[in-house]
């Protein structure tokens, strides 16, 4: 079945170095993978997304790849800030509006 | 506020009893998906409606049943309840062909 899968569970940056988060995907028809981010309390957030006919986007200090030979694609933030502290998920689905698979989380941790 | 509202923000129940969770869609979003999230699964995919009809399902027991009315609100029953029902439980809404998930704030459910 479809499966995605997310590395690591946590992870720990000093403020104001990158963190890079990654997934795999198991569904090779796939073709949009957005990302959330959750913070305590609150339901997870739409920060950035991609489409299979795109290998990267980026939005201020955020920015994916996708490679969709491999069915891989990351998270990277740069210059993290102590409000990047939050669960981080990445998703994958067959179209935008399609029901949306999770992988389990990344709490990110910035360091001051 | 994302738009999607969720009621009641809290519930606690004991086992063996029946609940109903409440979702309220952004307007204009005719899509609604309900999503369980516990510590160690992540965000698992239960069910989704689009326009009143089911389109898709996902992991959920045959204790849990949803619904959308024709005023596009949707509801997630859960009866026989088990002290592993205990989550959250989110709903989000989509317009059938804009942009991904908009989550509500979640009902957090815990079975006594």
């Known amino acids: 079945g479809e499966n995605v899968e997310q590395h690591p569970s946590t992870l720990s940056v000093q403020e104001g170095d990158s963190a890079v988060i990654k997934c795999t995907y198991s569904d090779s028809a796939s073709n949009y ?7 305590l309390g609150k339901g997870p957030q739409l920060i950035i997304d991609i489409r299979s006919n795109v290998g990267e986007k980026k939005d201020q200090r ?9 069915k891989h694609f990351s998270l990277h933030i740069t210059e993290t800030q ?4 939050a669960v981080y998920f990445c998703a994958a689905s067959k179209r935008r509006d399609d029901k949306i698979i999770f992988g389990k989380g990344t709490r990110l941790h910035i360091l001051p | 506020d994302s738009g999607v509202t969720q009621t009641p923000k809290h519930l606690i129940t004991a086992t063996g009893q029946r609940v109903t969770l409440r979702c309220s869609p952004r307007s204009g979003d005719l899509s609604v998906y309900w999503y369980q999230q516990s510590l160690d699964q992540g965000l698992q ?19 849990f049943s949803a619904q959308q009315f024709p005023d596009l609100h949707s509801e997630l029953n859960l009866s026989s309840l088990e002290l592993g029902d205990s989550a959250l439980y989110f709903c989000a809404s989509s317009v059938n062909s804009g942009y991904g998930y908009t989550f509500g704030s979640g009902t957090r459910l815990t079975v006594v």
């Open chain 1, 33 to 39: 993978f957005p990302w959330y981010k959750q913070e």
């Open chain 1, 62 to 70: 955020i920015a994916v790849t996708l490679n969709k030979t491999a």
């Open chain 1, 82 to 85: 102590p409000e990047d502290s």
């Open chain 2, 45 to 63: 995919f239960l069910i989704q409606y689009y326009n009143g009809e089911e389109r898709a399902k996902g992991n959920i027991l045959e204790r």
